[in-house]
C-alpha cells in the first residue's frame, strides 16, 4: 500500500515525544516522513534532517516556508499530513495554518492553551473536513479498547463510581534539585506551559481515558490543586471531584510530586454488577471484579476479545507488545556490527550461540532416547 | 546515517515472525528493506513485494537468483545484509550460499537442523568474518540485559541453582483439535522441525539465556520428553536436568501443553548472596531477592542500571516499551482516515476530544481559584 | 503467665466481629472469655455462653447485671477487660458504665454515634486511667507498623501526598437485592448506623491509618458524598479532600458500591525522597517507591524491620500468618474425627499421607545414589 | 461444645512448630491442652507447662509416664489425643506408644525415619481405628481445598502436567555461616534428619500438594541431588522427575540454598482445557488459566466455591486470614497495658483515635451537607 507523506514540526535532536512519534508511525507502516521543520535552530533542523534521511530542500525554515513550497509541489509529491510536537504553546497557531492549507494533522496534546482556541480549532475541522487526530497515546491500548467496547455493551450494570490517576514522580528532581540530568524547567512557567502543570499535563490523560472508556460526560468539578512548594507557580498536584449526573460521582487524582512512582496512570470503572481496573504500566492487563463470580484477566490477542482490541494486535498472546523493541535492539547490535561500529558482547547472538543451541536440542534428545542418563553437551 | 540494505528470505503475506523481523528493523531505524525472496510461490511473493513498496525488479525468484543479481549492482546499491525467516530446514543451505556470496546474516532459531550443520556455519563465520546475528529475542530486553551484568560483577554470590521455564499451552488446540484458525502442523512433522517440538522451539530459548545472563556452559545433560498423546512424533513437553560443574545443577522445564499458559518463559538463578528473577510476560521487572534486605525490583530507564541495558531504551521510565505500539495504534486509525478507508470511532482521538480536555483543564484551574466550588464543564 | 479474665458485651451467634475478637484474644495468649451479655435475647445468650464452656452464673441478662455481680466477686475472680461489640448506638453508654464501674475496655469502632460522646469518653479514660482499646484493627499488621517507624524516622523526606482508599462492593447486594444471604439493612439506617455508612464504617479506617503511619493530624476536610440510589438515606460513597498543612493535601476515597472489590484498604503517603504503598488485601508487602534506586519490598519476620513490627510476628519470613488458619483447619477436621462426626475425605492428612511421603522421600534418595535411574515408588 | 482435652510432646519453649500448634487448636477451639512433655529437660519442662496455665501434675517426665498416669485417669478427665512435635527422628517410638495405649494423634511431618516405620504406623492405625492426622499445614488452606474439588469434577480436561516447586534460602545462613542467628545445624545431620534434608523436610510437602490436590499416584520417581557444598552430608537441593502414567510427567523442584526465597512453595497442574496454578506466600489466589477464556482468579469467602474450601473460611471476602493476627496484636498490646506491662504508643488504639474518629466522621457529613465546603477537624 502507498505510504502517507508526513511531515513534522519540532521533535529534532533530544526531542522524546517527537522521537515516539516517528516510531510509532514506522511500526504502523502506514507514513513516510518526508520533511519538515525540526528545529527552531534552522541548523541544526538541517543537520537533523540530513540524519533522518530526509531530501535537504524539505527541511524548511519556518512553517510558513513549509506551506508554501509543498503547495507548489504536485498532488501525488506533497505532504498530505503533518505532525505537531512542538511545545503547547505553538500548537495552535500551526494548526491553524497548517489546516486552513489543506494538510491533515496529527496534534501532541494539550491541544491548545485555551478553550477559545480549541473550540476555533473545532469549527475549522468540521469546514475543512480534514483528519484532525490528537496523541492521546493510551486510547491506542489494546485493553482500554476491550474496555471501552465492554462498557458499551453493558456488563458492569448501572455505573456506580469512576476513579482515575495520573501520579508521577520526576518533577521532585527539578524543584527539589536532586537531578541534573532532567532539565525541563520551563514546564513550571505559565507562559510555555498554560493555565496548569500536572493537570495540563497529565490529568488530561486521566480525564480522557474515563470519556473514552465509559463514553460519558464530566459535567461538573470541584478542584483543589497543590503548587506543593513556596514559588512555583502551577499546579504539581491535585484532587478534582467529578460529577457526570445525579448519583453518579467520580474522582481524578493527579500528581508531578509522587517520590518514586514511574507512571501511575490507572482507571476504574464500579458498576453494580461488574467493575473495569486498568493501569498504565500493566497494560496488557484488564481486570474485572464482580460480587458473584471470579475476578477476571482479560489480555490482548484472544478471540474472547472484542474487533476494536483485537484490531491492534499483532503478536500471539503472551508476548508484550515490547518484544518488537526487544528485537529492535538486537537488530541495533546487528547494524553495529555490520557498520564496523564498536559493540559490547551480548548486543546480539552470535553463530556461536547457534552452535550451543544446537547441541542442546541435540543432546536433549540423545538423553531421552537412551533411557533418561546423563549426555555431555 | 545510512541506512543498511537488507534483503529478507522469507516472511511475506502471513508470516508472523517475518513481519516481527521488518518491524524490529524499523524501530531501531538503522535498517531498510530493499529486496528479497518472501514466498516460495513467486507471484504471491510479487504482490507482496508490491505491498510492501518494494522496486519489483529486486524481488526475486530463489535466493541464488537474488545472489546473482544483488553481486552484479555497484556496492552502494547491493544488499548488505540478509534476514533468514523460512521454516527451519531451510535455514542452512541458505545461510551457507549468502555468507559465502559475501552478505551479512541476521537468522531465526533453531540456527540449523544439526549440530554439524551448525559447525560448519560457524566456521564459515570465522572465516568470512562477516556478522551473524542469531534472533534470540529475549535477550535485548533491557532486563535480561541487566540481569547479566549485575551476574558478572558478582553481586549474587555463589551460583547454587539455576531454574528456568518455557510454557505454552496453545498446541493444545492443534492436537485436541479445539481451534480451527490454529494452524502449524507442520511443526510436528520431523522433516520441516527437526530432531524436537518443544525443545527445539522454546526450550532453546530458556538455555540460551541461562548461558547469556550467567556467562556459564552447561556442561551436562539428563532429559524425559513426553509426545504427550498417542500418534505424537515429537516431544511437546519435557524437564532437562542441567549440571554446570561439581556442586552447581539446575533444570530447564518447557512444555507447548500447558493449557491456557501465554508465553510463560522465566528464569531464576539463585546465589548464596542473593538471587535474580525474571519473566518475559512482564519483562520491565527484574526482582533481586536477598535473605539480609528487603527484594529490590530494577526496572528499565533508570540511572541505577548498567549501561546495556539503558542502552536499549528510549521511553523516561513507566511507560512499557509498549507504548510505541498504543502509539502506532493511533497513526494506524489517523491513516485509515486521510486514505478515506472505514474506521471505528475510538480509533484515534479527534478534535473534539481536545476541546473536551481543553475544557477540563480550564474548568478545573477555576475552581481551584475560587476557593474549591463547582464548575460546570 | 496469668490469663487476663475478659467479658464481652454482643458477639452471640452469628454475630461476625465479636467471634474475631475471641480468636484474636486466643491467638495472641493473654485473655480467657469467663462471661458476659451475648445476646439481647437472654435465652440465646446462655446457649451461646453453654456452647462457649463458659460458667452459666457469669452469662448475665444485661451490662448493669453483669456490672452488679462481677464487683461482688473478689478481685483475683473478677473480670478486668470487658470487648464491646454490640451495634454502634449501643458503644457510647456501656462504655461509660463499665469505665465508671473500673473495668478496662476493648472497643469496637467506631468509638460513638457523636463527638461529644466520644469526648466524654476521652475524660473519663483520662480520669480512671484505665486501659481503653480501640479495635482499628488494621494497625495490628506488621508492616503497618513498619510504615509507621519508616516515616517517623524521615526516610521519606518531606511528605508532599497522602492517598488513602477503601473500596468494598458488598452492599451492591442489598441495594439491588442480588443477594438474599446478606442482610444487614440496619446499617442504611441512621438511627443503628448513625450520622453516616460509608464514612463512618470505613473510610473512618482510612483516616485513621492516615494519622497513625505519618502521626500527623488532618486539620481541613471537604467532602463531596453520594448515596448512589435513590430512597437511601445515607451516603454509600464518597471523596473527601484533606488538607494538613500548607503545601500538604491528601484525599481519601471511600465506597461500598464497588461492584466485586473485596476489602480494597489502601494507604500511600508520597514523599520528596522516597514513597510508601500498602494494600490490605496483600499485607505482608509494604512497597518503598524512590527515584533514584530500585523498588523495594519489606515483609514481615526480617532482621531489617523495626521492632515494633517484629514484635507481632511469629512465623519465619514467607510463611503468611493466616497459616495458622490453614493449620486450624486441619485441626478442625482431625477434631471432627476424634468426636466420631462425619468429615470429608481431605479435611486432614492421614497415616496413609504419611506412608506415602516416606516412600517418596526414600525413592528420591535411592534414584540419586544409583546414579539418577527410575526408582518405583 | 466440649472441648477435646489434648497432650502434647515437644513444643516448649523455642519450638517454633509447637507454638504453631497451640495456635491452631486454640483458633478451631475444639482443643484445651491439659498436659504433656515440653521438653527433654524436666525442669524446663515444667517451667513451660506452668507458664501455659498447665496443672504442674500433667507435666510429665517422659512419654512412658505420660501413659502411665493418663490411662489411671477417670475417662472424662483423661487426655484423648496427643500432639507430636519433636525432632524426626522420635516420632515413630511416640507415635506407636501412644496409639497402642489408645490416644488419638496429631502428629508432625515426616511421619518417621523409614519406610518400615511408616508401614507400621499404617497397620496400628487400621488395627486401632484412632484418628491420626499428619500435619501437612499446606492442605488446610481454602484454595487448595478448592483445587482439588476443581481438578476432581474434570473442570481441567485431560491432565497433561504437573509441576511442584519449594524453594527456600535460609540455609544458607548456615552453610555461609552468614547469620548467628540461625541455629538447627542439627538438621544437616543424618542421625537426626533422616535420608534426606531438602527433600524430606520440604520436598516432601510438595510431593503431598500434588497427590492431595490431584488424587492421581506418582508411580516412579528419577532424582538429582545436590550437597551444594563440600563437606555437607546431605542434600539441600534437588529436582525429581515424576512419571504417573504413559503420557503424564512431571518435576518437583526442592532447595534450601534459593538465597533471598522466603517460602516458595507452589502448585501448577496443567490440563487439556485449563491450567491451575497456586503459590504459598499468596495462599488466598487461585488461578485458572484456560486458552479460550479470560484468567479466572478464585478467592475464597465466595458462594462460587465448593464446600470444603468454604468450610474453612470464617472473614468476609478480602479480609486474609491473617486479620486475626492483626487484631491479636492490638489485644497483645491492650494485655500490656492491662498488666501494667511498658508498651510502646502504637501497640493499640486508645480513646483519642476513638475522638479523630468521631471527628472525622462528623466533619465529612457537614462539609457534603453544606455543599462540599471545608470543615476544621
Known sequence: MKKIRMGMIGGGF?????????????????????????????????????????????????????????????????????????????????????????????????????????????????????????????????????????????????????????????????????????????????????????MGDIGVHAFNLIEYTTGLEIKEVLSDLNPVKEGIKLDLDGTVLLRFHKNLKGVIRASQVCGGVENGLTIAVYGSKASLRWGQENPNYLYMLSDTEPTKIYKPAHSYNEPLAEAGQTMPCGHPEGIYEAMANIYKGTAKSIRGEEFTAGEFPTVHDGVRGMKFIHSVVKSNKEGNVWVKI
Open 14 to 198: 533530544g526531542a522524546f515525544i517527537g522521537d515516539a512519534h516517528r516510531r510509532a508511525s514506522r511500526i504502523c507502516n502506514d507514513f513516510e516522513l518526508v520533511g519538515g521543520v525540526f528545529d527552531v535552530d534552522y541548523e541544526k533542523s538541517k543537520l537533523f534532517a540530513k540524519n533522518e534521511g530526509i531530501a535537504p530542500e524539505r527541511c524548511y525554515k519556518s512553517v510558513d516556508a513549509l506551506i508554501a513550497a509543498e503547495l507548489a509541489m504536485p498532488a501525488d509529491k506533497r505532504m498530505e499530513v503533518v505532525a505537531i510536537v512542538t511545545p503547547n504553546a505553538l500548537h495552535f497557531s500551526f494548526a491553524k495554518d497548517l489546516m486552513t492549507a489543506g494538510f491533515h494533522l496529527v496534534c501532541e496534546k494539550p491541544m491548545t492553551m485555551t478553550v477559545e482556541e480549541a473550540l476555533e480549532l473545532e469549527e475549522i475541522v468540521a469546514k475543512t473536513k480534514l483528519t484532525f487526530a490528537l496523541n492521546h497515546t493510551y486510547t491506542g491500548y489494546p485493553m482500554i479498547r476491550q474496555m471501552r467496547d465492554l462498557i458499551s455493551k453493558g456488563v458492569l450494570g448501572t455505573i456506580q463510581r469512576i476513579d482515575a490517576q495520573y501520579y508521577q514522580g520526576w518533577i521532585n528532581s527539578i524543584i527539589h534539585g536532586t537531578d541534573s540530568r532532567i532539565t525541563g524547567v520551563w514546564r513550571l512557567d505559565p507562559k510555555h506551559t498554560g493555565a496548569s502543570s500536572c
